[in-house]
């Protein structure tokens, strides 16, 4: 997960910045509708920095006796807003209409109605859900650390501790799948902050890595980049060692989707690291092919990190060479986050992992990967 000195630094980049939709004499937006049960209640119109900085509160108005409000504001791009009064309430949302209606009760107030602004009513949508999910998995967070304090029985905490696994599983699921649909940089950069919550930094970094060579936004490009510093400087420089867990690797599959190292832990992983144009590693290939039938069905697998940089060639490599597990890779070659995090200097190379995803053995080529997996399931 990320170090608290590296989310202080990716949180203050500021989503106000996020804007594809940039206009450097600013442009006109209204926002409008009503508030029940806030008659006479003073309504702040604020702009929201990512990451804990001030808000800046633009504009102030009491809501009339009727409940109706409206204000006008200037941006230069787009960005993420609030409406809140005194009595805390908070209603966000983002400025890619001209004028925007958010109707709402403060006394329900999560559950507001938006039109004229499709990435409002996505964002409102997102975290309806996102936070039933974030509920459920802090309530079993929660009972799980009471009857651990407790001593409670051991079955009760086996179940909850597996409760936790599947809710943290579903809670990334949702902010993966949001991340893979949402077309706003101000709702992708918003995304992207709550996911360091639960996921860990590699996997974000991937998501990041994507959604900025999707959406070419600026801030998002530089939110990628500055993540993958961070992740490269908080790797260890020293060579893995047998006995440490192996780093969290999170990478496109040929398809595009984001896989990680930690989905396969149950199972023993030969981690492979090659590429298409390695001759070493195509002639090695066979070997680790003959593995992976053999042992395929006592709960060993194979995960292919490719240093290709070139697609076509990966993908037509991986079928010549019949290798049917699963392959991933940023197609940066040498410039890949694996190659630093697993302080490789040749391939091909691999790390052998147990089911808890423990190093048990690495650089195993020829007839020692043979003979380990031997000794391994005999």
Not at 3 to 25: D, P
Not at 62 to 78: D, L, M, N, P, V
Not at 111 to 116: E, F, H, I, L
Not at 124 to 138: I, N, T, W
């Amino acid at each position: 997960m990320l170090s608290k000195s590296m989310l202080t630094i990716i949180v203050g980049i500021t989503l106000l910045s996020t804007g594809c939709k940039s206009n450097k004499n600013g442009a006109n937006f209204m926002v409008s509708g009503t508030i029940e049960h806030a008659e006479n209640q003073k309504l702040l119109l604020q702009e929201v920095p990512y990451g804990g900085k001030p808000i800046i509160t633009l504009d102030s108005i009491t809501i009339s006796k009727e409940g109706r409000y409206q204000f006008q504001f200037i941006a230069k791009q787009e960005g993420l807003y609030r409406l809140s009064t005194n009595q805390e309430m908070e209603i966000i949302f983002i400025n890619d209409g001209d004028h925007i209606q958010i109707n709402a009760d403060a006394n329900n107030y999560r559950s507001y109605a938006v039109k004229g602004s499709e990435s409002s009513l996505n964002l409102f949508e997102f975290l309806q859900k996102y936070r039933q999910k974030d509920s459920s998995l802090f309530s079993t967070l929660y009972n799980l650390d009471l009857l651990q304090k407790q001593k409670g029985k051991d079955s009760t905490i086996f179940w909850l501790q597996k409760q936790k696994v599947d809710k943290l599983k579903d809670l990334n699921d949702y902010v993966e799948m949001n991340l893979n649909k949402a077309t706003s940089p101000a709702l992708l950069y918003y995304t992207l902050g709550l996911s360091l919550r639960s996921m860990e930094s590699a996997k974000v970094l991937a998501l990041a890595k994507v959604v900025a060579e999707r959406t070419k936004a600026e801030p998002l490009v530089a939110f990628a980049n500055l993540l993958n510093t961070q992740v490269q400087a908080n790797t260890k420089a020293s060579p893995l060692s047998i006995g440490q867990m192996a780093p969290e690797i999170a990478l496109s599959d040929v398809t595009g989707k984001i896989q990680t190292l930690t989905s396969l832990k149950g199972k023993y992983v030969l981690v492979d690291f090659w590429a298409s144009w390695c001759g070493p590693c195509r002639a090695e290939n066979p070997n680790v092919v003959m593995a992976y039938e053999k042992f395929k069905n006592k709960n060993f697998t194979v995960l292919g990190v490719s240093l290709d940089d070139n697609k076509d060639n990966w993908i037509e490599a991986i079928k010549a060479d019949k290798l049917n597990w699963l392959h991933i890779s940023d197609l940066k070659k040498w410039e890949s986050v694996v190659v630093n995090t697993y302080q490789i200097e040749g391939i091909p190379f691999n790390v052998l992992l147990d089911p808890t995803g423990k190093i048990i053995a690495t650089e195993l080529r020829g007839q020692a990967l043979q003979e380990t997996l031997e000794k391994l399931f005999q």
